[in-house]
């Protein structure tokens, strides 16, 4: 699969955080503001079963995506970055919808604290 390299882009930021973007040194290379709006995803939990644990019944539930706000439809040119709640919710059926990588390419403080990103996710 070839690469690709988008440029000439602008990013729109609907989470509730500026966005950090790390190099592979480590090294700030951009700060994507918050725009002020958040995009967001109703969920509800369906019961599908239950396990039993140690003669307790455990339930087992499903995560049921709804509506998501706040997304604006695809404009050219324009990247998205949602979170991966959002992101998720999407399925993969925009591609100009970003989530940052919150998992093995975050970057984090001393603390374990997230502080930013070295990459993006994409369904």
């Known amino acids: 699969m070839k690469e690709k390299i988008f440029v000439n882009l602008t990013f729109v930021n609907l989470t509730p955080h500026d966005i950090n973007i790390y190099d592979s040194n480590n090294n700030l290379v951009a700060t994507i503001p918050r725009s002020g709006k958040v995009a967001r995803v109703t969920m509800e939990q369906k019961t599908v079963g239950y396990i039993d644990v140690n003669g307790h019944k455990i339930p087992v539930k499903k995560t049921i995506y709804g509506e998501i706000e706040n997304l604006p439809d695809p404009q050219p ?34 603390q374990g604290r997230i502080i930013g990103t070295r990459n993006f996710i994409k369904l």
Do not use: F, K, W
């Open 77 to 110: 040119n324009t990247i998205y970055i949602v979170s991966l709640l959002v992101l998720q919710a999407l399925g993969g059926t925009r591609d100009d919808v970003l989530a940052p990588d919150t998992g093995a390419g975050a970057v984090r403080d001393d």
